[in-house]
């Protein structure tokens, strides 16, 4: 019998200390007690889920945050040995381990390749020291290099590094050393996002005050680094990631192909048996409804009725949580797909969907076609890179953008989550 294959995400809330601009959820100043405690519940949500996969090879994993690697090392090594436990991870999986180069060593890097992480993805950001110090990273760009050529030694073939543009004092020749000094370190993957000022992080507080550059800027670092890392060796196979040949990320084209994952810790996503839920941004609630006491299968509520231990957790933890219907997976494919630049196949639509693409959308898209935002090959739409820039205003006219926006928001952009 053939299994279906999964995603797996695992969310790690920890940081030694948050960036100014960041508005994924983590949280820095936790002890290892708080970090002991945290793996211990992942390693229960495990648990409950493995009977629900069993049906599944997971052939990819991702461990994300905040920031995996302030976990202790025995504690990342204990949470790794739970995936392969309660999991059939395929012998071939794609095993990802995001890294801050602070917080990593030799040694850690060795362990962590050991227990069965083989990609790496390491937040540089930027090779120049004033704008690392602007966005309050934690590291030099002589931690990063050290870190990068610890992982070499440590056996890691297959690394990923961040980098940002549009961040406050970058100009078009800082931003070009960052991708000169990248390139030359030969990585196999780089993700390049814009800044995004989230509500609510210190950037927010003090946009006024923020010296960034300006909109053109910005759109030419874009246009200028993808002409560049092209001629690298780099194919830009997605918005924000460029990748050598046959090093895509796995686990993001799962994302983008509408694929199933389970993300699993407080604030993963997931979309899983024909699901979109998600669980609650609040570590101490989810380290709470893990460690109840559910001896004997169940327990009491305060009005004497009894609920299963999946009931109370699932009431405890999950924040969102619906079936997507037929008619919104289309726009999901749609928006998600086109995030690729392969992206969407005619053929492969009305194989998926029973539907025609080109009688759906194609008089839409022969707009943007004309001016150059996308192109058409007979059978592919895709865009081009002046259209990825702008590709949400675009997706906003062709699809009902408000219903599915948020999806874009939860595993887009920031970190590879």
């Given at each position: 019998?053939?299994?279906?294959?999964?995603g797996?995400?695992?969310?790690?809330?920890?940081?030694?200390?948050?960036?100014a601009?960041?508005?994924?959820?983590?949280?820095?100043?936790?002890?290892?007690?708080?970090?002991?405690?945290?793996?211990?519940?992942?390693?229960?949500?495990?648990?409950?889920?493995?009977?629900?996969?069993?049906?599944?090879?997971?052939?990819?994993?991702?461990i994300?945050?905040?920031?995996?690697?302030?976990?202790?090392?025995?504690?990342?090594?204990t949470?790794?040995?739970?995936?392969?436990?309660?999991?059939?991870?395929?012998?071939?999986?794609?095993?990802?381990?995001?890294?801050?180069?602070?917080?990593?060593?030799?040694?850690?890097?060795?362990?962590?390749?050991?227990?069965?992480?083989?990609?790496?993805?390491?937040?540089?950001?930027?090779a120049?020291?004033?704008?690392?110090?602007?966005?309050?990273?934690?590291h030099?760009?002589?931690?990063?290099?050290?870190?990068?050529?610890?992982?070499?030694k440590?056996?890691?073939e297959?690394?990923?590094?961040?980098?940002?543009?549009?961040?406050?004092?970058?100009?078009?020749?800082?931003?070009?050393?960052?991708?000169?000094?990248?390139t030359?370190?030969?990585?196999?993957?780089?993700?390049?996002?814009?800044?995004?000022?989230?509500?609510?992080?210190?950037?927010a507080?003090?946009?006024?005050?923020?010296?960034?550059?300006?909109?053109?800027t910005?759109?030419?670092?874009?246009?200028?680094?993808?002409?560049?890392?092209?001629?690298k060796?780099?194919?830009?196979?997605?918005?924000?990631?460029?990748?050598?040949?046959?090093?895509?990320?796995?686990?993001?084209?799962?994302?983008?192909?509408?694929?199933?994952?389970?993300?699993?810790?407080?604030?993963?996503?997931?979309?899983?048996?024909?699901?979109?839920?998600?669980?609650k941004?609040?570590?101490?609630?989810?380290?709470?409804?893990?460690?109840?006491?559910?001896?004997?299968?169940?327990?009491?509520?305060?009005?004497?009725?009894?609920?299963?231990?999946?009931?109370?957790?699932?009431?405890?933890?999950?924040?969102e949580?619906?079936?997507?219907?037929?008619?919104?997976r289309?726009?999901?494919?749609i928006?998600?797909?086109?995030?690729?630049?392969?992206g969407?196949?005619?053929?492969?639509?009305?194989?998926?969907?029973?539907?025609?693409?080109?009688?759906?959308y194609?008089?839409?898209?022969?707009?943007?076609?004309?001016?150059?935002?996308?192109?058409f090959?007979?059978?592919?739409?895709?865009?081009?890179?002046k259209?990825?820039?702008?590709?949400?205003?675009?997706?906003?006219?062709?699809?009902?953008?408000?219903?599915?926006?948020?999806?874009?928001?939860t595993?887009?952009?920031?970190?590879?989550?």
């Open positions: 019998m053939n299994k279906k294959s999964l797996l995400y695992i969310h790690i809330p920890f940081c030694q200390a948050k960036c601009y960041c508005d994924f959820y983590s949280m820095s100043g936790s002890g290892d007690e708080d970090m002991a405690r945290y793996v211990d519940a992942l390693l229960l949500q495990m648990e409950d889920y493995a009977g629900a996969v069993k049906p599944y090879t997971v052939d990819s994993v991702f994300g945050g905040g920031t995996p690697t302030v976990l202790p090392v025995k504690c990342m090594t949470l790794i040995d739970g995936i392969y436990r309660c999991f059939d991870v395929s012998k071939r999986a794609e095993f990802t381990l995001e890294a801050n180069p602070a917080t990593v060593s030799l040694h850690s890097l060795q362990k962590y390749r050991r227990a069965g992480v083989n990609r790496l993805s390491m937040g540089l950001q930027s120049n020291e004033d704008e690392l110090r602007a966005l309050s990273r934690i030099t760009k002589a931690n990063f290099e050290a870190s990068y050529m610890a992982a070499r440590a056996g890691f297959n690394i990923n590094v961040d980098i940002m543009y549009g961040i406050p004092l970058q100009t078009a020749e800082s931003f070009n050393r960052t991708l000169d000094y990248l030359a370190l030969e990585p196999e993957h780089i993700s390049m996002y814009g800044l995004r000022i989230e509500e609510g992080t210190p950037f507080l003090s946009r006024d005050t923020l010296i960034l550059p300006d909109e053109d910005e759109a030419d670092m874009y246009f200028d680094a993808i002409r560049y890392l092209n001629a060796g780099f194919r830009h196979y997605e918005i924000s990631n460029f990748a050598r040949p046959g090093c895509e990320c796995r686990h993001n084209l799962k994302y983008w192909n509408c694929d199933e994952y389970l993300g699993l810790g407080c604030a993963a996503h997931s979309y899983f048996g024909g699901m979109r839920f998600s669980f941004r609040n570590m101490g609630m989810y380290i709470d409804a893990m460690e109840a006491d559910i001896t004997g299968g169940g327990m009491l509520t305060d009005d004497g009725t009894s609920i299963d231990y999946e009931q109370f957790r699932a009431a405890a933890l999950v924040d949580l619906y079936e997507v219907a037929p008619s919104e289309v726009g999901e494919y928006m998600l797909r086109l995030r690729l630049t392969d969407i196949s005619s053929e492969q639509f009305r194989q998926r969907f029973g539907l025609n693409f080109d009688a759906l194609g008089r839409k898209l022969k707009l943007y076609i004309d001016n150059g935002f996308m192109t090959d007979g059978d592919s739409y895709a865009f081009t890179p259209g990825m820039y702008v590709s949400n205003y675009i997706l906003s006219n062709i699809l009902d953008f408000d219903e599915n926006s948020h999806i874009i928001g595993i887009a952009d920031g970190s590879e989550q």
